[in-house]
């Protein structure tokens, strides 16, 4: 099992190169960054697991420009988000930084795609919550016509683009996508449709969650061991790990504290068990 970690990286946290290094050097498999571009200050959406939103959420790097620096500094780390709020970017833009990264990198790159639960922050995007998934889905749609090796020109409810002539492509024609979020009829609908996976946030509930999707994807044509499981944000333990590997698991990620040097690298240190 590959275990790899993710981290708040801020202005006060350890830096994405020495975390970068320090992953690669000690064996870890991946990094994956999560975003957010900004906390509105009226706070009207309440932080899914309750209480204060923790100061990480408004200082949290550009992960495209943290990752480009971790690309940089290692050879084999795998480079990723968790997640990337695809609905909130301009996709023609988003498909170039995904794709330069990725060519970078050496196809390093996993796109994670999720859906956000701050309300204020999609709004400021010009998103509308309540089709913020559709359109998630077609700014997919219109990524994967800019990567196709043909000018392909994609029409949508929501945007379009011409056929264009644009480098440099995801070296497999597209990363590897793992869409994140709670099990249930629709997100699974959407990892059928152009994802390789699912990335559940903190591993729960997998052993029940995860023969629907099988039966979901198989159902929609997909090859039963093509599908990625990757549990994400994971407080570890030895019986916790055990459990995903008797579920087929090849990959989890664990949480790193949005902490200084020192601290990062003691918990590194702790995590040197599961490797």
């Known amino acids: 099992?590959?275990?790899?970690?993710?981290?708040?990286?801020?202005?006060?946290?350890?830096?994405?190169?020495?975390?970068?290094?320090?992953?690669?050097?000690?064996?870890?498999?991946?990094?994956?960054?999560?975003?957010?571009?900004h906390i509105p200050s009226s706070r009207d959406t309440p932080y899914p697991a309750g209480g204060e939103l923790p100061r990480e959420y408004a200082r949290t790097l550009d992960p495209f420009v943290a990752l480009g620096q971790a690309s940089a500094v290692t050879q084999r780390l795998l480079l990723g988000t968790g997640v990337t709020l695809v609905a909130q970017h301009d996709p023609?833009?988003?498909?170039?930084?995904?794709?330069?990264?990725?060519?970078?990198?050496?196809?390093?790159?996993t796109l994670g795609v999720g859906f956000g639960w701050n309300k204020e922050e999609a709004a400021d995007h010009?998103?509308?919550?309540?089709?913020?998934?559709?359109?998630?889905?077609?700014?997919?749609?219109?990524?994967?016509?800019?990567?196709?090796?043909?000018?392909?020109?994609?029409?949508?409810?929501f945007g379009?683009?011409?056929?264009?002539?644009?480098?440099?492509k995801p070296q497999d024609g597209a990363p590897r996508i793992l869409v994140g979020g709670a099990a249930g009829?629709?997100?699974?609908d959407h990892i059928t449709q152009y994802a390789d996976g699912w990335m559940p946030i903190g591993g729960r509930g997998l052993s029940e969650s995860i023969p629907v999707l099988r039966g979901v994807w198989e159902a929609a044509g997909r090859e039963a061991k093509d599908?990625?499981?990757?549990?994400?944000a994971v407080l570890p333990s030895p019986g916790k790990l055990a459990h995903y590997a008797e579920l087929g698991i090849?990959?989890?990620?664990?949480q790193l504290p949005p902490a200084g040097e020192g601290q990062v690298l003691r918990t590194l240190d702790s995590y040197a068990q599961f490797l």
């Open 250 to 254: 090849g990959e989890v990620v664990l």
């Open 185 to 188: 009829p629709k997100l699974f």
């Open 160 to 168: 379009s683009v011409r056929a264009s002539e644009v480098y440099p």
């Open 1 to 37: 099992m590959r275990i790899s970690a993710t981290i708040f990286l801020t202005d006060e946290t350890i830096t994405p190169v020495r975390l970068a290094r320090e992953l690669e050097q000690r064996g870890f498999g991946g990094l994956y960054l999560p975003e957010h571009t």
């Open 92 to 109: 023609i833009g988003l498909a170039k930084q995904i794709a330069t990264l990725d060519h970078l990198s050496g196809g390093r790159f």
């Open 227 to 232: 599908l990625q499981v990757v549990p994400y």
């Open 126 to 157: 010009g998103v509308e919550w309540k089709t913020r998934r559709e359109l998630g889905r077609e700014r997919m749609g219109l990524m994967r016509a800019l990567w196709s090796e043909q000018p392909t020109a994609f029409e949508g409810e």
